[in-house]
């Protein structure tokens, strides 16, 4: 039994772009035989605007002949060019074997996407990421100083049929919980910056913004974007979230590669003890200490535990004494848990080791959190 989808990619066209009539469009299409046997010769049919279900053997507007396909994932890949719709509401429809000539498992063989024609080119921004970029925030937790200023990165789509302009982009901080929704109008934004360099239809773009103001209010906070904010068209918000501190705090992550190491010559033996090693970078913006740190290391399965500040005081954990040196920002430190008892069955293991397991030091990680947490760090191990 075999079975054939269509699968299509649209170039320059996504969910309800605005194309322009009676500008016509081309298609990228693959058909797949996802079944267990080859299939036959067979027919795809595409309409450019059938919002209905269409029955075998019915008039498309665009027919393909698709070969042959080998089974469990035969492909045939084709570009169709001319495709056209009037003004309006279209739906774009394409039917795999239209003919019904193929004895299949599943004959879901009709995909659809809806997109809009206007009876004039127009432009279609969207704003499709906010992404920090490298700068006063911690890149693994987003976090800065009240009184300082982050960058941002704008990722911006056109998805029309004519070039355009982001023009004048606007910024809005709060906390979290801000209920303010940023429009073209209202309310004032605390930052303002202007871009005239246009998108072409169909294209990506990066922009780089520098000197976002760090809401002044420390907490949970977040700030909204509001692209092309002098039109009427639309509202291109996007958000993105951080932590505004009033001090520095160190943000510890694992470096390298982390390993368990047996006790004496040898690989790791079953019964026998290893030491865990690890290395850790300090990304945070101030410095801090690393704390008491407890690993486990008899654990089958991937932890899914929630783990707090007595779980390495368990059966089976081991504890450093703890580590009281402060930390400097992007310094690196050593830790070693030794004496790690290690399962009596050779298999696949995994060690969990918990930073400041004590929850002593606040980190970037844990600030304005309800209950106190640690990072936890997984390595994967094997006995044979």
Request: net charge positive; glycine share 10%.
């Amino acid at each position: 039994m075999s079975e054939v989808h269509s699968i299509s990619r649209y170039g320059g066209l996504v969910p309800d772009p605005p194309t322009a009539a009676p500008a016509t469009f081309a298609l990228r299409v693959v058909v797949l035989n996802i079944g267990l046997s080859k299939a036959p010769k067979s027919t795809l049919s595409i309409w450019a605007d059938s919002p209905l279900e269409q029955q075998c053997g019915a008039r498309a507007d665009r027919t393909l002949e698709v070969p042959k396909l080998k089974a469990n994932g035969g492909k045939f890949k084709a570009l169709v060019e001319g495709l056209s719709a009037p003004a309006g509401p279209r739906t774009l429809r394409l039917f795999a074997d239209s003919e019904g000539k193929i004895n299949e498992t599943s004959e879901a063989n009709q995909i659809t996407c809806n997109y809009t024609v206007t009876a004039n080119p127009i432009a279609n921004l969207g704003l499709v990421g906010v992404a920090w970029a490298p700068t006063n925030l911690v890149t693994a937790d987003f976090a800065g100083l009240t009184g300082q200023t982050f960058d941002v990165v704008l990722t911006v789509q056109n998805s029309g049929s004519k070039e355009g302009s982001i023009g004048t982009v606007k910024f809005l901080s709060g906390l979290k919980n801000d209920t303010r929704v940023l429009s073209c109008g209202s309310p004032s934004s605390d930052f303002t910056v202007r871009f005239t360099d246009a998108i072409h239809p169909g294209k990506v773009k990066n922009y780089k913004v520098q000197g976002i103001p760090i809401f002044a209010t420390p907490g949970l906070s977040m700030v909204q974007v509001l692209i092309d904010a002098e039109g009427r068209e639309s509202d291109n918000i996007g958000r993105g979230y951080y932590k505004s501190l009033a001090a520095p705090l160190p943000a510890f992550y694992e470096v390298g590669t982390s390993r368990m190491t047996p006790r004496g010559l040898g690989p790791l033996k079953r019964g026998g003890t290893a030491d865990l090693k690890i290395t850790l970078r300090n990304g945070g913006n101030g410095p801090g200490a690393v704390g008491v740190v407890s690993a486990f290391a008899n654990g089958d399965e991937l932890p899914l535990d929630e783990f707090n500040c007595t779980t390495g005081r368990g059966a089976g954990w081991v504890s450093t004494s703890e580590f009281t040196a402060q930390v400097a920002v992007k310094a690196k430190a050593k830790v070693v848990v030794k004496g790690l008892r290690l399962p009596f069955s050779p298999g696949k293991y995994y060690a969990v080791m918990l930073l400041d397991s004590t929850c002593k030091n606040q980190d970037i990680y844990e600030a304005f959190e309800a209950v106190p947490s640690m990072s936890v760090i997984v390595v994967e191990y094997r006995i044979y």
